[in-house]
């Protein structure tokens, strides 16, 4: 008798399984980790400069600037956190797919996995972290960097 992590989902009764080529999984997982590692990362010191660049703070006056270099601010730190998390959680998928190879890799050539395997692969890889957890950008409009005059040029 077949496991229930064997089995497929409920909602999945026809579904017979996936079948994967455990040799191509291994060469997707060194090409992937290759890829952030060779590509992806050296790309960050450059992004984090442009990123971090400092922003005049708006002449408190002007409440519409502030408000739209605000919701800026808001924006840019979202997304930087997303690009820093990108390459850590692709390298996280590569570790994992190179877990799911290496269990398989004694079988024949096409397998399935069954996703108990995949889901502790994803629970249990720890890929190198490429970054820092992610950069705090400065709020142009933050408390400490007031000033009494019109906006400041650098």
Known sequence: MIPEEGHPAAQFHSFSGIEADIHQLRDFADKLQAAVEGEYAPQLPSIKEAMTAPVPNPADAFIELSHFLRAHWEVQQATTDMIWRFGDTTGHLAAAAGIVADGYQDSDAFS??????????????????????????PDPTAAEQTHSGPTEQS
């Open 112 to 137: 399935s996995a069954r996703l108990i395997d995949v889901e502790r692969a994803l629970a249990t890889s720890t890929p190198t972290a490429l970054t820092e957890p992610t950069v705090a950008l």
